[in-house]
């Protein structure tokens, strides 16, 4: 499944440090998680460079699978991430600050 750039969504450089710490706090590689999400490895590795942006349905993907809903992703909202893993995400947003 490909990620369309042409859909103007929030800003790739804020959704970007996001998806990377999720990614990391659920313990996956950047293949795996695109795996998971029915993403092609190559358009996953765009958006975690801030190339592309993602688009509703592949975070509407990432919350049926993992619980993280799209107030996350686009918005930045941690208070709505599941507990187990609001705490490892919130860590790794503090270090890449």
Known sequence: MEESSETELADPQMVTPRLIALREALGLGK?????????????????????????????????????????YIYLGRVDTLPAHLSSKITKTLTAQN
């Open 31 to 71: 293949g795996e998680f695109a795996d998971s999400i029915g993403l092609d490895r190559s358009s996953y590795s765009k958006i975690e460079k801030a190339n592309k942006p993602i688009l509703p349905p592949t975070a509407q993907k990432i919350w049926k699978l993992y619980g993280v809903d799209m107030n």
